[in-house]
């Protein structure tokens, strides 16, 4: 089954870029790669999710380099609120692995 | 539109009593889904449903069933629950599957004793 990898935290401040990769080497050819946000007692959030090369969305950026055997989420400049739980997920497999907790500090 | 909803918000078992979660949603959406999340944890597939009156296994089946009888409403069942499936539900529901957005409920908290 693709599984996905990804680092267990990470910490920013306010204002900067939060970059967060997820490693998923088996990913199928119709799988899409999708990242969900979750706040501590609610489910989680879609954020973004592409296929390939670049997308942009108001909240996020994802980059999905050719071989798509990895996937980058980029948050500029983070706030506060943005501290959460990130999960990438592809999408055929439905397998959410164990996400990492984005802690923004002032 | 309400989008997802879960009943009920927070409940308590015994060993070996059953219930029944209920998951509606008025998205007209295809595809169902439960999972389970444990503390620290990522979420978990139960089951899921391709549409009204068809069901499938996920990553972890065991110990409960499930039924879709309509297509707004996907129902997650634990005949004798026991203290591992402790856990916080959620059920969540996309249009198709593949490339497509999951809705997520606001979860049910599961404690059984």
């Known amino acids: 089954l693709a599984k996905t990898t990804q680092p267990i935290s990470m910490d920013s401040y306010e204002g900067q870029e939060v970059n967060i990769t997820c490693s998923h080497n088996n990913i199928a050819t119709n799988d899409y790669i999708t990242w969900y946000q979750q706040f501590p007692s609610q489910g989680p959030r879609f954020i973004i999710q592409g296929y390939k090369t670049k997308v942009t969305n108001e909240v996020a950026s994802l980059f999905i380099p050719a071989d798509r055997k990895s996937s980058t989420l980029s948050l500029p400049r983070v706030s506060l609120s943005d501290t959460a739980v990130y999960y990438c997920l592809a999408t055929d497999k439905l397998i959410f692995g164990t996400g990492t907790r984005l802690q923004v500090f002032p | 539109n309400a989008g997802v909803t879960q009943t009920p918000k927070f409940r308590v078992l015994k060993t070996g009593q059953s219930m029944t979660l209920l998951c509606a949603q008025d998205m007209n959406h295809e595809y169902m889904y439960w999972y389970r999340q444990d503390p620290g944890m990522g979420l978990r597939l139960i089951h899921y449903?391709?549409?009204?009156?068809?069901?499938a296994k996920g990553e972890v089946p065991d110990g409960y069933n499930v039924s879709r009888l309509k297509k707004q409403n996907f129902l997650l069942g634990l005949e004798s629950a026991a203290p591992s499936q402790t856990s916080v539900y959620f059920c969540?529901?996309?249009?198709?599957?593949?490339?497509?957005?999951?809705?997520f409920g606001p979860g049910t908290r599961l404690l059984v004793l």
């Open positions: 449903s391709v549409g009204e009156g068809t069901t």
């Open positions: 969540a529901s996309s249009y198709s599957r593949v490339g497509e957005t999951q809705y």
